[in-house]
């Protein structure tokens, strides 16, 4: 197991008293395996990436993400570790306009204080797992909106990270692209070897993921056991 939420509750300030986001909620994810979560608007979905992507900390329960424990860390380390492990996708692309492809990808690892250089050939060849190889040189308005969520994705894979959280990915796309974004994250979970969990209102796309969780009122429900 890669990723571990254990009871987890979140609270928001909301007038006098609190709104309950998320209710005691475990989740366990391996690496190389897909655990949807479906639910509607408002059930808590995003506060649910949010903690386990350690934006934000909960008022009680722990995230564990390869055997550490994420309670307690100061924010530095948080920051660190959000770099080395884990790889976010959130709705809207939110590329950089003046960069092309294979430079969106080059940021991460500019960022994480490596070569450019060194990391080209890692950017190219996650390029090419997203089918874009022939567009690497193309800036964000030469791109279509799926295309942009392609390199979103691989952006988000660069630094090979340990847990894939993905939001929505495919709710400003067309059926057939979404579907096609959701095969995508599928095969990248099994090729990258990361555990993921993909928010999606659409549970049409959901063929070939691991588990499926739904989610009311903040509450996690796991109905379908692993096959
Ligand atoms: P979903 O992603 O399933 O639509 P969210 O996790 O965004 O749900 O929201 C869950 C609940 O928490 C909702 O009632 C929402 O209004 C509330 N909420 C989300 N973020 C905040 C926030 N930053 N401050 C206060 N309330 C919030
Ligand atoms: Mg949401």
Do not use: C
């Not at 979140?10 to 998320?22: N, Q, S």
């Not at 209102?201 to 959901?206: E, K, M, Q, T, V």
């Amino acid at each position: 197991m890669s990723l571990h939420l254990t009871d987890i509750t979140l609270t928001y300030p909301d007038g006098e008293t609190r709104l309950t986001a998320l209710d005691h909620v475990t989740l366990d994810v391996s690496r190389g395996s897909l655990t949807a979560v479906v639910g509607p608007s408002g059930s808590g979905k995003s506060s649910l990436l949010a903690v386990a992507a350690t934006l934000v900390t909960p008022d009680a329960g722990t995230v564990t993400i390869d055997g550490i424990t994420t309670t307690g860390m100061t924010r530095g380390e948080l920051t660190a570790l959000r770099r080395h492990k884990i790889g976010i996708v959130f709705q809207q692309p939110n590329l950089l306009p003046s960069l092309t492809a294979v430079e969106q990808l080059q940021v991460m690892a500019h960022i994480d204080g490596r070569s450019l250089t060194k990391d080209r050939g890692r950017a190219m060849e996650l390029l090419g797992a997203v089918g874009l190889a022939d567009h690497a040189h193309r800036r964000p308005h030469q791109l279509s909106g799926g295309q942009r969520q392609r390199v979103n994705i691989a952006r988000a894979l660069m630094n090979n990270p340990t847990v894939l959280l993905v939001d929505e990915p495919t709710s400003a796309l067309d059926h057939e692209r979404g579907a096609a974004v959701i095969d995508l994250i599928t095969h990248l979970t099994h090729q990258q070897g990361t555990a993921t969990v993909l928010v999606t209102h659409d549970r049409a796309h959901l063929t070939a993921v691991d588990q499926i969780a739904e989610v009311h009122d903040g509450r996690l429900h796991l109905p379908t056991p692993a096959q």
